[in-house]
């Protein structure tokens, strides 16, 4: 399984939501490159880097952080948060970024997804509140369920849908596997769970799951998982 320690920028600083709600932040690191650069040292080889500010702008609002995080370590990086055209995703992966993430765009317009997943490493970011999909930096909940958006991309080359259970996000009350697992049956693409994790535990039931990879937030931050543990038991399996 591979993990990937996550960082979300919000105007500049490492910071954790609650349920993805913007005034809930709270700010664990002033230099969020440093963060990574830990990440690192602890044997992670992905970093999953969410512009918050951009995903409510709609456009790249932390270049400057993302850019010290690219230039700071040898991780690789899938980054969302505000790309919505072509010349986005461009800038990214000329800056460094190994894999873009599609999330509100995938749900207004799938095609243009399909269309970026034939020519870019794209994951479609799906984020859902009691099953049905929320946009805009889940300020909006639409009336699509998240597994009818996931069947959506089955075909299309996406490399990942990365899952959000939003009610569980930032809260460490554990993973929702049995969504994630849905997710992955209905669409036979490679899916990242995201949201919830607390534990060594959750590791070990997405493992069973057969669950592609996990995003590790507010766990690592807050203490309660020790990142080495987790990448010294995916080796062992």
Same mark, same amino acid.
């Given at each position: 399984?591979?993990?990937?320690?996550?960082? @979300?920028?919000?105007?500049?600083?490492?910071?954790?939501?609650?349920? *993805?709600?913007?005034?809930?932040?709270?700010?664990?690191?002033?230099?969020?490159?440093? $963060?990574?650069?830990?990440?690192?040292?602890?044997?992670?080889?992905?970093?999953?880097?969410?512009?918050?500010?951009?995903?409510?702008?709609? %456009?790249?609002?932390?270049?400057?952080?993302?850019?010290?995080?690219?230039?700071?370590?040898?991780?690789?990086?899938?980054?969302?948060?505000?790309?919505?055209?072509?010349?986005?995703?461009?800038?990214?992966?000329?800056?460094?970024?190994?894999?873009?993430?599609?999330?509100?765009?995938?749900?207004?317009?799938?095609?243009?997804?399909?269309?970026?997943?034939?020519?870019?490493?794209?994951? &479609?970011?799906?984020?859902?509140?009691?099953?049905?999909?929320?946009?805009?930096?889940?300020?909006? &909940?639409?009336?699509?369920?998240?597994?009818?958006?996931?069947?959506?991309?089955?075909?299309?080359?996406?490399?990942?849908?990365?899952?959000?259970?939003?009610?569980? @996000?930032?809260?460490?009350?554990?993973?929702?596997?049995?969504?994630?697992?849905?997710?992955? @049956?209905?669409?036979?693409?490679?899916?990242?769970?995201?949201?919830? $994790?607390?534990?060594?535990? @959750?590791?070990?039931?997405?493992? %069973?799951?057969?669950?592609? *990879?996990?995003?590790?937030?507010?766990?690592?931050?807050? *203490?309660?998982?020790?990142?080495?543990?987790?990448?010294?038991?995916?080796?062992?399996?």
């Amino acid at each position: 399984m591979v993990i990937l320690p996550a960082i @979300d920028l919000k105007d500049g600083k490492a910071v954790r939501l609650t349920k *993805g709600l913007m005034d809930t932040a709270k700010i664990y690191s002033d230099e969020p490159w440093q $963060v990574a650069k830990r990440f690192e040292e602890l044997g992670s080889e992905w970093l999953h880097l969410v512009d918050l500010n951009g995903a409510f702008a709609g %456009k790249p609002e932390n270049l400057e952080q993302i850019k010290k995080i690219l230039e700071n370590t040898d991780l690789k990086v899938e980054l969302g948060g505000g790309i919505r055209d072509e010349e986005t995703i461009k800038m990214y992966l000329e800056l460094g970024v190994d894999r873009l993430i599609l999330g509100s765009i995938a749900v207004k317009d799938p095609e243009f997804v399909k269309k970026m997943a034939k020519k870019y490493p794209i994951a &479609v970011g799906i984020d859902a509140k009691d099953g049905y999909v929320a946009v805009e930096g889940w300020a909006e &909940v639409s009336s699509m369920k998240a597994t009818d958006l996931a069947k959506e991309f089955a075909d299309a080359g996406v490399e990942a849908i990365i899952a959000t259970d939003i009610s569980k @996000d930032g809260t460490l009350s554990g993973v929702n596997a049995k969504f994630v697992k849905e997710i992955q @049956d209905i669409s036979g693409i490679n899916v990242i769970a995201s949201g919830g $994790v607390r534990d060594i535990n @959750d590791i070990k039931l997405l493992i %069973k799951n057969k669950i592609y *990879g996990t995003i590790i937030g507010k766990a690592f931050y807050e *203490g309660t998982i020790d990142l080495e543990e987790v990448f010294k038991l995916i080796k062992e399996k």
